[in-house]
């Protein structure tokens, strides 16, 4: 499934390319932005190519179809809500579109969802804390449009360089897919999950578009993509959710509150990122929609790091959180662990951008210099263009005279005249 979608997304790119080149959507550069030449948008359109085609594949194949016909209705669920999404996004990055439009285009799809039977319908929990918390209709409703929503803007908000969103998508989806195939072992002894299927489809998606999107990008997914990844982000988060803890009640506490803890760790990052730049708009009488160049990631390469590095850095971090909650859990280790594990990695996530975190090279990457980082379109912010020197008119040389005197004035080099040995 992972390949399929992969391979689909991967050969939709360049057609999406000519298309978005065709009718316009290839804005001018804006003073947040870190790339430099105009790139076209629209990439979501192949994601979603590559999206639908794995979920119809995954429909049709025995084991993968027998798991998500227990989900609710996941297949149809995604495509129309994915559809809903990006054709949301589209028109946003062509035409733009108002937030609160594009908000309510977000909340539609997360209705569709549910509409569907995708949602929460308990709060996992260990027995001595009073065991799993079921949720009546509304209720349900309310929270899983509320983590849909938020999951899609997260995403949305950590887009901003290239190759970022997808691979941190792809890494968070690689977790999920690891974790419930952790959780239905211990279960039923399978393989196979409804989880499992979106988040296999979810990284395929991710893989195929990643070729054309990382430094220097030939394609950006646009808000069309990042919204759509970040709703199949969501659904694999509020499928996984819904666990008996009975079940798992063995294994400890930390495992039964893993699918509340999963989540989290996937979307530290991301959420990080938002709240902050929430925060920081409104503190200066701004809108929280309002762009700006506060992001971790301009953070990064404000001190010195370059484009690429930037994206490896929060690649490794988001890496090596998620999958130490997810081994965390494999091992069975206390519960307690997990706040230490919380506290460490948000140390480790607000030191990153100083300077002395930088490495070595990272002072010359402002400047451009760091071998890492070239192959492509320079990037970040344009140093202003400076006269080279002061213009000097130049007078006729002399008919005749002192030669040096003839050079200087053809703005030939003058070689110092030595005296004469006797």
Same mark, same amino acid.
């Given at each position: 499934m992972a390949l399929v979608s992969a391979a689909v997304t991967y050969l939709l790119v360049p057609l999406v390319r000519r298309f978005a080149i065709r009718i316009g959507a290839m804005p001018e550069i804006r003073d947040r932005d870190v790339?430099?030449?105009?790139?076209?948008?629209?990439?979501?359109?192949?994601?979603? #190519?590559?999206?639908?085609?794995?979920?119809l594949l995954a429909s049709e194949l025995t084991h993968s179809s027998e798991a998500l016909a227990? =989900? *609710?209705?996941? %297949?149809?669920?995604?495509?129309?809500?994915?559809?809903? !999404?990006?054709?949301?996004?589209?028109?946003?990055?062509?035409? *733009?579109?108002?937030?609160?439009?594009?908000?309510a285009g977000? !909340?539609?799809?997360?209705? %569709?969802?549910?509409?569907?039977?995708?949602?929460? =319908?308990?709060?996992?929990?260990?027995?001595?804390w009073g065991g799993s918390t079921s949720l009546d209709y509304t209720l349900s409703t309310i929270i899983t449009i509320l983590v849909v929503v938020v999951t899609i803007n997260a995403v949305n908000f950590v887009d901003g360089l290239d190759g970022l969103a997808a691979g941190i998508v792809c890494i968070a989806g690689m977790a999920t897919w690891a974790y419930s195939i952790i959780i239905s072992q211990v279960i039923s002894?399978?393989?196979?999950?409804?989880?499992?299927?979106?988040?296999?489809?979810?990284?395929?998606?991710?893989?195929?578009?990643?070729?054309?999107?990382?430094?220097?990008?030939?394609?950006?997914? #646009?808000?069309?993509?990042?919204?759509? !990844?970040?709703?199949?982000?969501?659904?694999?988060?509020?499928?996984?959710?819904?666990?008996?803890?009975?079940?798992?009640?063995?294994?400890?506490?930390?495992p039964v509150v893993l699918p509340l803890l999963v989540p989290a760790a996937m979307l530290v990052l991301p959420l990080v990122d938002l709240i902050t730049a929430v %925060?920081?708009? =409104?503190?200066?009488?701004?809108?929280?929609?309002?762009?700006?160049? #506060?992001?971790?990631?301009?953070?990064?390469?404000?001190?010195?790091?370059?484009?690429?590095?930037? %994206?490896? !850095?929060?690649?490794?971090? =988001?890496?090596?959180?998620?999958?130490?909650?997810?081994?965390?859990?494999?091992?069975?280790?206390?519960?307690?662990?997990?706040?230490v594990v919380i506290v460490v990695a948000l140390v480790v996530l607000i030191l990153m951008p100083l300077s002395r975190w930088r490495g070595r090279g990272g002072a010359h990457a402002a400047n451009g210099d760091n071998p890492d980082d070239d192959g492509g379109p320079p990037t970040g912010p344009m140093p202003p263009i400076l006269p080279e020197g002061p213009q000097v008119r130049r007078q006729a040389p002399p008919a005749g005279g002192d030669p040096r005197e003839r050079a200087s004035a053809e703005g030939n080099p003058v070689i110092p005249a030595f005296p004469r040995r006797s």
């Open positions: 790339h430099t030449t105009p790139t076209p948008r629209l990439g979501g359109l192949a994601m979603y #190519g590559g999206l639908v085609v794995g979920l227990g =989900t *609710g209705h996941p %297949v149809p669920a995604l495509i129309i809500a994915g559809g809903l !999404i990006t054709v949301t996004g589209f028109l946003d990055d062509w035409w *733009g579109m108002d937030p609160f439009i594009k908000l977000q !909340i539609a799809a997360a209705g %569709v969802l549910v509409a569907f039977g995708m949602s929460l =319908t308990s709060i996992p929990l260990p027995e001595s002894g399978s393989n196979i999950t409804a989880t499992a299927a979106i988040a296999a489809v979810l990284i395929g998606t991710c893989l195929g578009f990643l070729p054309h999107n990382f430094h220097p990008a030939k394609i950006f997914m #646009g808000d069309t993509g990042a919204m759509l !990844i970040g709703l199949v982000l969501a659904s694999s988060i509020v499928t996984v959710t819904p666990v008996d803890t009975s079940a798992i009640a063995d294994m400890n506490k930390f %925060v920081r708009r =409104t503190s200066q009488g701004l809108s929280p929609f309002a762009p700006d160049r #506060g992001h971790l990631h301009h953070r990064l390469m404000d001190v010195g790091h370059s484009h690429r590095r930037s %994206v490896l !850095i929060m690649y490794a971090w =988001t890496f090596v959180f998620s999958f130490t909650i997810v081994g965390l859990a494999r091992l069975g280790v206390p519960v307690l662990w997990f706040p």
